[in-house]
C-alpha cells in the first residue's frame, strides 16, 4: 500500500519508517527543506535507537523515501497520516493544532485519490470533525474518511514499541476508513496485536487518558515515597507489594524526581483544557500537574538539604549525573534537571554536568551549567552529586575513582539506581528517594 506521512518528526519518522519495514510504500513529507536532505544522506533529527539503521535499510530497499512535496507525494497514497507537532500553545495549555489544520488545507487542495486521512499527532477530543470538515470545505471530489490513530511510543523504545504494540487504536466513523487502516496494520495484527476499533471521538481521548493515567500513577508513587521517608518505609518494597496485585500491575511506580518529557506535561495540561472547556472537571489530573511541577523544585531543595541546607551552598559544588527526562534519548523537555539546576544556581551553587546524549540540546537551556566530559570530570571537586537520569552509564560507576576526585563524598540518588547500604559502605553520605 502507498503510505504518505506527514511530519517527518519525532512520530512521523518512526511510524513512518516502522510501516515501511512491514512492506508498504511510504514517503516521509516535511516542509523543513534542510531536514529533508538530511533524511536523504541518512541523518537523522533526533537520537533514537536502531532508527538510523532502519531508516537506511528500507530507503536502500526503495519503499521509504522523503520530499518536501506534499502534492506529489500523496498521489495514489490510500492512507495519508498528519504527524505534526501540537505544541502547548504559550500561556494556555491548549495544544496549538495550527499546524495540523494547514496540513488538512493542504492535503484538501491537493486530494485526487480516494483515501483515509489519519490523525497520529496528539490532538483534543473533536479535532477529526474539524479535520473532517476542512477538507469537505476544501471541495476535493475524491472519497476520503478522517480516521483517528494515535501513538503510544516512548523515547528510547519507539520502534519496539510500534512494532509490538499492546494495542492498536483505531477510531473511525465508516467502514471505507476502518477497511483501510485494516490494511495499513495487516502486518502487526497477524502479529496479534488486538486492534481496538471505537469511535474518532473515544480514539482520541484514549490517547489523553492513558498519558493523564500514567502521569497519576508515578506521581502517586511519588507522594507515597515521600511519605515513607517521613513514616521509615521503602518505596520500592511499596511499589512492589501494590504492584504485585493484577488489578495495580508493576510498571510506572518508579519513584522519581517527577514526570518530565514531550509528552506527560502537554498531554495532561491539554486534557485539563478540554475538561474545563466541556465544564467537566478532571481534579486528579489538575492535583497531578500541581505535584508533579512541585516536585521538581522539592527535588532542588533535597540537594541543597544534602549540601548542609539553604545557608549552606555559597562556593559549593554540585554534579548533575544524567540532564535528560530519561535515558536513551537527547530530549530534554520539561526534564527535571532544568528546574534542579536552576534551583541550585539560584542557591549559588556551582554546577557541573554530564549526560551521555543530552548535552547539545541542554546547553542553551542551562547556559549557567558546565558541560564536562565524563561523570567523573563533572564529580571533580564536588561537594555533592545528584544523578538525575538513570543512564546505564551511570549505573555501575567507579565508585573508589568517584571518592578519589570529589571534595566530599556525598550522592543524591534521584533515580534509586544504587543499594543505600552498600553506598554507605562504600564510604559515601547517601540519599535516595523514599527509602529512610
Ligand atoms: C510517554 C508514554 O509512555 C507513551 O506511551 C506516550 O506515547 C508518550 O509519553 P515518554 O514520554 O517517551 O512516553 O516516556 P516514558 O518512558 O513514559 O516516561 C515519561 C516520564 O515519566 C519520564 O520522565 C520518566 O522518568 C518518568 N517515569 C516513568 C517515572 O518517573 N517513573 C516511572 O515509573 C515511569
Known amino acids: 500500500m502507498k503510505i ?98 494547514a496540513v488538512a488545507k493542504e492535503i484538501g487542495a491537493n486530494l485526487r485519490d480516494p483515501a483515509v486521512i489519519v490523525t497520529k499527532s496528539t490532538v483534543p477530543v ?19 474518511a478522517v480516521v483517528s490513530n494515535p501513538e503510544f511510543l516512548r523515547e528510547g523504545a519507539a520502534i519496539g514499541d510500534f512494532k509490538r504494540p499492546d494495542r492498536i487504536v483505531i477510531g473511525a466513523e465508516d467502514e471505507f476508513g476502518r477497511q483501510i487502516m ?32 500514567l502521569a497519576t500513577k508515578i506521581t502517586f508513587i511519588n507522594e507515597m515515597a515521600d511519605l515513607c521517608e517521613k513514616v521509615g518505609g521503602n518505596v520500592q518494597d511499596v511499589a512492589r507489594g501494590i504492584g504485585l496485585d493484577n488489578r495495580i500491575g508493576p510498571k510506572f511506580l518508579h519513584a522519581g524526581p517527577g514526570y518530565g518529557g514531550s509528552c506527560f506535561p502537554k498531554d495532561t495540561l491539554a486534557l485539563l483544557k478540554t475538561a474545563e472547556d466541556y465544564d467537566s472537571p478532571v481534579r486528579i489530573v489538575e492535583a497531578v500537574v500541581k505535584v508533579n511541577d512541585s516536585r521538581k523544585r522539592a527535588m532542588g531543595r533535597k540537594v541543597i538539604e544534602a549540601l548542609g541546607g539553604p545557608d549552606a551552598t555559597r562556593g559549593k559544588r554540585v ?27 539560584d542557591a549559588g551553587v556551582e554546577v557541573m554536568a554530564y549526560d551521555p546524549e543530552g548535552m547539545e540540546l541542554a546547553q542553551p537551556l542551562m547556559p549557567g551549567v558546565t558541560m564536562c566530559a565524563s561523570p567523573y ?48 559502605a562504600a564510604g559515601f553520605a547517601y540519599m535516595s528517594i523514599g527509602r529512610a
Not at 495514489?76 to 507537532?85: E, K, M, P, T
Not at 495484527?189 to 486492534?195: E, R, V, Y
Not at 540532564?323 to 536513551?328: A, E, Q, R, V
Request: charged share 25%; proline share 4%.
Open 126 to 144: 473533536g479535532t477529526g470533525d474539524e479535520v473532517e470538515r476542512i477538507l469537505r470545505d476544501s471541495g476535493t471530489k475524491a472519497q476520503f
Open 182 to 213: 485494516k490494511e495499513v496494520y495487516r502486518p502487526l495484527f497477524l502479529n496479534k496485536a488486538p486492534i481496538l476499533f471505537t469511535s474518532r471521538r473515544s480514539a482520541e481521548l484514549i490517547k489523553y487518558a492513558a498519558n493523564a493515567f
Open 4 to 101: 504518505a506521512m506527514v511530519g517527518a518528526g519525532y512520530v512521523g519518522l518512526v511510524s513512518g519508517a516502522c510501516l515501511a519495514d512491514f512492506g508498504h510504500e511510504v514517503v516521509c513529507i516535511d516542509k523543513d527543506p534542510a531536514r529533508i536532505s538530511r533524511l536523504q544522506n541518512g541523518i537523522m533529527p533526533i537520537y533514537e535507537p536502531g532508527l538510523a539503521e532502519l531508516v537506511s535499510g528500507n530507503m536502500r530497499a526503495g519503499r521509504l523515501a522523503f520530499s518536501t512535496d506534499l502534492a506529489e507525494s500523496i498521489k495514489g497514497a490510500q492512507a495519508i497520516f498528519i504527524a505534526v507537532g501540537t505544541p502547548s500553545r504559550r500561556g494556555d495549555g491548549h495544544a496549538d493544532l495550527s499546524f495540523v489544520y
Open 319 to 345: 554534579a548533575l549525573l544524567g540532564l535528560t527526562f530519561k535515558p536513551n534519548t537527547d530530549d530534554m523537555r520539561d526534564a527535571p534537571s532544568l528546574v534542579i539546576a536552576q534551583a541550585l544556581i
Open 377 to 424: 570530570a563533572a564529580a571533580d571537586g564536588a561537594d555533592a552529586i545528584a544523578l538525575v537520569t538513570e543512564w546505564d552509564a551511570f549505573r555501575a560507576l567507579d565508585l573508589e575513582r568517584i571518592k578519589a576526585v570529589v571534595k566530599a563524598p556525598v550522592m543524591v540518588d534521584l533515580r534509586n539506581v544504587y543499594d543505600p547500604a552498600e553506598m554507605r
